[in-house]
Structures are given as structure tokens and as C-alpha cells.
């Protein structure tokens, strides 16, 4: 937004400079992006009247002109430009000027006649990048007076970037009320006065209050819209970034820029009947005052009579009902729309209005009437006419509620981190029109003024406190916390250690969705629980995953078509059984495709398979000193007698496989090896303990037993390790042979058993003794076979 600080400066007028004032704005929250002057500097120019006009002796494209400055004697100056004239008041840079851009002017001689000076155009001013002439002044100009003065020149126009919670800063009352807090000087509004006569000759009705609130209308006839427009007022639109137009339009501008009040004025002559404030029906159309014609939406709130749709509330209104200069009859427009029900309606559209601006943000609903009669009063002066009294439609409960806030010197000292006096505090919120409801010695409710749609909150009130003292006033302070830190177990196994233990093994971490496609959960986990979501952001995340494997088959989907064909993914998150907390459990789930290791010239290409998978597991298994289990079972997902169940205490806390056939063709996917636990399940562990390490000889014994094909050889190993042996430390199995010399049905199991004493070196018979225990339970439990 551009405001012109000599207009600013008619509503409250700080001693400093304009310079020191954008600086204090910007401090203020407003941030001034930057100031410019109106025009560059320059001196020694005035106000003339071409007192005769002739042409050159010796140049037909010269004029020979006589101009009066106030002076005794007139100004001999010659001049080419075509539209000087006799009887005109002009712009004169007498003999020693200096211009813009270096020119300075002296006394010339052009085909034998002597010049005193220039008749100059806006753009040798520098006021304009071009123009066509000579500057043309109002006749009323005053002769001999210094142009700087006579076209307020010395005036900067500041330009603020709004943030959009302060919607009523984008008036020049509104960054008023800024200047009048932050400088502590009073501020009143003015006010305004209308000679009306006699009641409106239409009826006006809303249908959609809690969209239009408020509904202002009044109607002026016999004004005259074909004279120009004041210049006054066409210097602060223009430097205001605003075009010059009829009066009536410039009028409402004005207001708008002013007050912040939009407005709009129809030619009454061609309204039909009464005016209705309602949302548009389905397929009216409307043809807009920027030319173009669109189709309504039944959510957009218009101004419509008997007839036709005359305006888009709050954005633009229409042309067929548009002021015109031959108009002598209007219908002028005040009122206060719900920022919700206008926001984005302009944007549906395709435009962007002032208008738009400013209601979306919220518009003070307190001063419609202030600026209906302001415009009111400029229509009347300006143009003439006769007004009518306003016709009113408010809803009262369907307007902006006004909530007290209570705010504490605690709580200030608590947030700005010091003590704020408390006459500064009830000055800065009577300066910003705030109502101090009731204080004490120590705290004060406040009521925020209409026009503020930010204050909702004590943090907001203390904001403004804090934006008005100076944020680069604030003391620093220490920052301190006070944190309710909840005891972690030493038992407990971190999330973070996790997640690393498998990207130290490959993998990466992926975050997806928790929500999946139909598809997917149907062939993840087609008997789980299915939640659907009754509006999804889009057909393929329409329900709630019961598996992270969906997100996780999705991601190597996604990067085998991109050539990625070696993945390790993995990913934490929160899986739906149910919509109550305690159906909702968080999981670790991991996918590997492709080659164990990159190509390279010196190894074979090796591709993965379920020991790699179910070897990353164990890994993940190993943080804890649980003991799990594995067991062949059948998952809808995964690939039979390639499937285990992961089992703890009994209970099932997660499972390892290869991914069925029929899902991998269906996803059109490569072999891939999934795994799935509950996250908790890993996280339990035990304190780990200090053991000291044996000085003596470790002995060891291969033991090969034949046994039915069928017995796990977990279950093997599980039984060596309940003997719960004295010198026992360690059994693993390092063979298992079918084939030759081996009985059909049969295989060969060979492990390797470890004995170590604290004590003494085991003697052979220490250790054959207990080898010779375990061989016993191996023939009378498995009826196995030493080989």
C-alpha cells in the first residue's frame, strides 16, 4: 500500500521527518519497503500566466510567449510546445533554475529573440516518465507562487508492506491510529455532516445475514458527474497508486483509501425494482466492470435487484449497472462482509480487487455509517445533489463479537521478560482506540476495538505492548525452561539407536502417508479392520493403513520405475486397527529388493534372499536381551514356506517374508523381502550388567546330528540352552546337509558347542561329560542320530 504522508500528515502530524516517521512505522510492525519523494529536486520554479501568445518571426514551431510570474516586468520566453495558449497558467523555471538531471537555466537567444526562462512539462520535473506538452494549470493557480508549494512536491509517498493480519492498517486512518500510539499525541476522529432530506426511494433486504451483517444504502440525485475531478483529491489517488476517473468513482476511491471502507455506487436509473443482498443462483451471469463475463457460483454473495446480479459482494460490481459520466442518479453502497464468506471469491474468479483486499482481512464494522456519510458529503460538495437518509439493514447478533481480554503485569513480565509501567500500558491502548473495561493495580480487561480482527488473546494484547515499545528496545534475557522431563528407563531401547542400527546396515528411512489406497490394504492385510475415511484428500488415500507396508511397497514401486532396482527402506510410524488410542500402535517395517551388493568386476552379481531380511531382523532383535522366536506360519501378504512369525513370551509381535507371488505381479514388482514389528516389543530390554571376562581357554566340540527334516533347528538349540549347563556359553549352527548317505526324510544338523570356566582351564573330561549330557537329550527328545 502507497500513502502519501502530507495526507497522512493532515490526520496527525508528528515533528519529525518523513524519513524518522518510516522508520518508526517499520519498528512498529509496519514494514515500510521504501519512500520516495513526488519529485526530484529542483528550485526557482513558478506559477505563470501567459499573458500573449505569438508566433516566432523566424520559426513557425516557436512561439513568442509574454508570462507573468508577479513580477513588475513579464517574461519574454519562447516556447515550442503546441498547447500553449494565451490565457493559461503554467509551470515557469526562471533564468538560474535548476533541473532535474543536471539543466540549468540561463538566458538564451533562439533565431535572433532573446528567452528568460522555460515553460516546462511534467517530465522535465521529473513529476512523470513522459507527457505530451506543456503542464496545463487550474485557472485559479496562484500567479508568482514557488511550484514546489503550489503542487505539494515536497510530499513522499511511504509504501508499506501490510502483513495480512492487519487489515486495518490499509487506510490512511488507519496508519493514523499507528502514528497517534507510537507518538503519543491525540487523535480524534472528525466528523462528517450530511443534510439529508427525506427517506430513500428503495427498499433494501439480505437474505444471507450471517454473510452481510450490515447493509448501508442512500441515494443522491441531480449531481453532476461530468465535471473534473478536484485536484487535491486527484494528486492523493494518484500517489496513491490509484487512476482518476469520474468523480463519483474517485469519490468512493477516495473513501476507500481513507477510511478503509470500500464502497460502490450504482446509476440508480437502471436498477430494477428492489435491492437484495443474496448468494447467486445456479447459471446467472454477470459482466464485471473490468469487461470481462463470468459464470456465478451459488456460494458467492452478490448485490442483486428484481432482475439481474448488479455486483460480486465485496469484489467488483457490474457493468450494466456501472456509474457512468451522464449519470444523475446513485445508489451509494456501505456496507460490512463477513471476511470468511468473501475470502478466496475473488481468486475463484480471477481477480484481485482493493475491495477484495480489504474485506478478506476484515473491515471495521463500526464505521459503514462514518463512511457512507463522508462520501456522501464529498458527492454533495463536489458534484451537488440532494440526499437521501440512509436505509439501513443490520443484523446485530450476526456481527463480530467484541470478547474482554484480561491481561496481567505477571504475564507481560512473563512473556517480554520485564515490568512495564502501568500508566505507558493504559495510554498505548487508549491511543489505539482499545476500551479499558476495568483494571486493577495489577491487571486490565480490555475490550478490542472494532476494527481489529487480530486481538483475540492475551498474547496478542502483550504484542502490541511489545511491538509499541520497540522491538529492538526489549531487554535480552537468558532464556530458561521449565520442563517437566519424564524419567527414562535404562532398559529402554531408543527409537533413534534403532533406526540406526538399520541404516548402518543399508537401509534409508522413508516417511510415507498413513493413508493408503483400497487396493493396497486389501492386499497387504485383507482381514484387518478397514477404516475409510469419508472425505479423502483423493481415491488412492481414502483409508487408514493397519501395515506400513503399503507405504513401503509404494516407495519401491516409485523407484523402480525410476531405474532404482537395489532399495532398503525403512520406516517408524503409527498403524490403525480402530480409531481409539489404544488401537493405534506404532511399528518398525522394512523392504529389501534387488542384489545383496553393487555391480562390481571382481564378485558375481548376488542377488538377496530371506536370510538377508531375516538376518536384519535378528540384528534389530539383538538390542534387547529378549529372547524371540521364529516360527513358520502364513501371512495373506506373504509368500507360503517363505513366511515366519516373530514371537515373544508366545505372543506374536511382528513377521519376516518374502512377498507373495500374486501381490508382486499385481503391483508389477521384483522379489522383495519384507519384515514387520511392533515397535515396543524391541524398545524392552534389561540394564545391562558388568561381567568380567574369562582369563581361561575356551573349549569347543562339533557335534553332527541326523534328525527327522522336519524338527526346527531352533528347537535344537533352544533345548542345549535350557540344560542351563555350568560351562556352557555359546551354541551356534554351522551346517545343514540332505543328500547322499543321509536317510530320505532326514538331515544332517552339525553345531558347535562352547564351554569356559571363570575358574580354571576345563579339563577334557569337564567338557565330554557335558557334551555327552547334551548328545542324551538330543537321542531321548529328537531321537537323533550322531553322525
Known sequence: MNISTSWLREWINPN???????????????????????????????VGHVVSCEKHPDADKLNLCQVDIGESDNLQIICGASNVRADLKVIVATVGAKLPGGLKIKKAKLRGVESFGMICSESELGMSDSSEGISELDSDAPIGQDIREYLDLD?????????????????????????????????????????????????????????????????????????????????????????VHSPVVDITNYVLLELGQPMHAFDFSKINGAIEVRNAKAGEVIELLNETTVELNNDTLIIADDSVPLAIAGVMGGMGSSTQDDSTQILLESAFFEPVSIAGKARNYGLHTESSLRFERGVDFNITEVAMDRATQLIVDICGGEASNINTCVDESALPELA????????????????????????????????????????????????????????????????????????VQKLSLDANINAVSESMVDKYDIAQGLVSRGYQEVITYSFVSEQYQD???PDAKKITLSNPISA?????????????????????????????????????????????????????????????????????????????????????????????A??????KGQTAQILFNDQSVGWVGTLAPHVQKQLSLSKCYLFELDLASIQQSHVAKYQAFSVYQKA?????????????VNDLIDSIQDLNQ?????????????????????????????????????????????????????????FAVQR
Open 726 to 782: 555350568a560351562y556352557l556359553v555359546d551354541v551356534h549352527l554351522f551346517d545343514v546337509y540332505v543328500g547322499e548317505n543321509i536317510e530320505q526324510g532326514k538331515k544332517s544338523v552339525a553345531l558347535n558347542l562352547s564351554y569356559q570356566s571363570v575358574e580354571e582351564t576345563l579339563s577334557d573330561d569337564q567338557v565330554n561329560t557335558q557334551v555327552s549330557e547334551v548328545l542324551a537329550l538330543m537321542q531321548s527328545k529328537f
Open 540 to 632: 488412492d488415500m481414502s483409508t487408514m493403513r493397519s501395515s506400513l507396508w503399503a507405504g513401503l511397497l509404494q516407495t519401491v514401486e516409485s523407484n523402480q520405475r525410476r531405474g532404482h532396482t537395489n532399495a532398503r527402506f525403512f520406516e517408524i510410524g503409527l498403524c490403525f486397527n480402530g480409531v481409539k488410542a489404544d488401537e493405534q500402535s506404532q511399528k518398525i517395517a522394512g523392504v529389501i529388493t534387488g542384489n545383496r551388493h553393487d555391480d562390481q568386476w571382481s564378485s558375481e552379481v548376488q542377488a538377496l534372499d530371506f536370510y538377508d531380511i531375516k538376518s536384519d531382523v535378528e540384528s534389530l532383535l539383538l538390542l534387547t536381551t529378549n529372547v524371540f522366536t521364529f516360527k513358520a
Open 155 to 243: 510530499d513522499n509517498i511511504i509504501e508499506l508492506d501490510i502483513t495480512p493480519n492487519r487489515g486495518d492498517c490499509f487506510s490512511v486512518l488507519g496508519v493514523a491510529r499507528e502514528v497517534s500510539a507510537n507518538y503519543n499525541k491525540a487523535f480524534e476522529m472528525p466528523k462528517f455532516e450530511v443534510d439529508a432530506q427525506g427517506a430513500s426511494s428503495i427498499s433494501t433486504s439480505v437474505s444471507n445475514a450471517q454473510a452481510c451483517p450490515k447493509y448501508l444504502t442512500r441515494v443522491i440525485k441531480d449531481i453532476d458527474n461530468t465535471i473534473k475531478t478536484p485536484k487535491w483529491m486527484a494528486d492523493k489517488l494518484t500517489r496513491s497508486g490509484q487512476q
Open 523 to 525: 492386499l497387504i492385510d
Open 16 to 46: 519529525v521527518t518523513d524519513e524518522m516517521l518510516a522508520e518508526q512505522l517499520t519498528m512498529a510492525g509496519l514494514e515500510v519497503d521504501g519512500i520516495e519523494s513526488v519529485a526530484p529536486a529542483f528550485d526557482n520554479v513558478v
Open 404 to 475: 474482554p481480554i484480561t491481561i496481567t503485569q505477571e504475564k507481560i513480565q512473563k512473556i517480554l521478560g520485564f515490568e512495564l509501567e502501568a500508566n505507558w500500558i493504559e495510554e498505548k491502548f487508549t491511543n489505539l482506540d482499545f476500551e479499558i473495561s476495568s483494571k486493577t493495580d495489577h491487571s486490565w480487561t480490555i475490550i478490542p476495538p472494532s476494527f481489529r480482527f487480530d486481538i483475540r488473546i492475551p498474547a496478542d494484547l502483550i504484542e502490541e505492548l511489545a511491538r509499541l515499545y520497540g522491538y529492538d528496545k526489549l531487554p
Open 634 to 639: 502364513e501371512h495373506p501378504a506373504l509368500q
Open 700 to 712: 569347543t566340540r562339533d557335534i553332527a546330528l541326523v534328525v527327522d527334516e522336519a524338527i526346527p
